[in-house]
């Protein structure tokens, strides 16, 4: 039975791990979430996927309104991976109840994770470590694997029960502010006008003013424009100037600027 893997991704971790399982699966395709949100395009597949990072230790926003979309999808077997660098938290539970509440079975969900790329809280971990992180995500991807096969139902992944909590309440605080958080963006001299950070916002929130990148407050914090910017103009704060930027190794420039239809 054709499979169908749908992705949200800024620095290409949930793309990576979009397209590990659809490439273990067979007979896959992937598909950009932003993408699909603008035209969607048609799908036939009754297996659905959803690889997603978790934003500020919950769903992001994108993901909430493809859930409320999804419904005309009608999947026999949904699953869920939601990426992290470390703390699922509540999320998929969150996102299991998200989809009840559209009509949508979510049958597993499971956390996958990978190096951290949320660069205002620091640079990116030193490669070494970065393989052994992608190497035992790789791992769990195999593992999850025959489950998705065999179309069996399964708990969740959730975090510790009193972090938790106190996760859930930080998501829930910090949510609306999320669109608004782009005002700690700026550029410096090195800018020159490529205008790759308008290409790869999964949000379409940037666009070129004299030049210039300027934010339209609409931000979803994937931090794309930043971690992909090849100059390392882009800054958040005052902090970042002096940070190692991160993207997936195995993903690069046009898989984020060319978001079409993989097919596996």
């Known amino acids: 039975m054709k ?6 991704t800024g620095t290409g971790n949930s793309l990576w791990v979009a397209r590990t399982l659809a490439k273990a699966l067979g007979e896959a395709d992937v598909v950009s979430i932003a ?14 996927g959803v690889v997603f990072p978790v934003h500020m230790w919950g769903v992001p926003a994108p993901i909430l309104r493809f859930i409320r979309e ?6 026999d077997y949904l699953f869920a991976v939601a990426v992290d660098a470390g703390q699922v938290a509540n999320t998929l539970v969150q996102f299991k109840r998200l989809c ?7 049958s597993a969900g499971y956390e996958v994770q990978l190096p951290s790329n949320y660069l205002p809280w620091g640079g990116a971990v030193a490669k070494e470590l970065q393989e052994k992180i992608i190497a035992a995500a790789a791992q769990k991807i195999a593992a999850i694997l025959p489950v ?33 958080m782009d005002g700690s963006f700026w550029v410096d001299e090195r800018c020159n006008s490529c205008a ?5 916002c999964p949000a379409e929130n940037i666009k070129m003013e004299s030049g210039k990148p300027a934010w339209q407050h609409h931000c979803e ?23 190692e930027r991160y993207h997936h190794p195995e993903i690069k420039l046009t898989d984020m600027t060319n978001k079409q239809v993989d097919k596996s």
């Open 196 to 200: 790759i950070c308008r290409q790869v």
């Open 148 to 180: 998705i096969q065999n179309r069996e139902e399964k708990p969740v992944d959730k975090g510790p029960f009193w972090p938790g909590i106190v996760f859930n309440l930080l998501y829930r605080v910090s949510f609306k502010q999320v669109r608004t």
């Open 70 to 75: 999804s419904k005309a999808l009608s999947p």
């Open 100 to 106: 009840k509440q559209n009509g949508l079975k979510l």
């Open 35 to 48: 993408s699909w949100l603008k035209d969607k395009q048609p799908i036939t597949s009754k297996v659905i």
């Open 221 to 243: 914090q994937c931090l794309a424009c930043i971690q992909w910017c090849p100059q390392k103009a882009i800054q958040y704060g005052k902090k970042t100037a002096g940070y």
């Open 3 to 8: 499979t169908t893997v749908f992705y949200y």
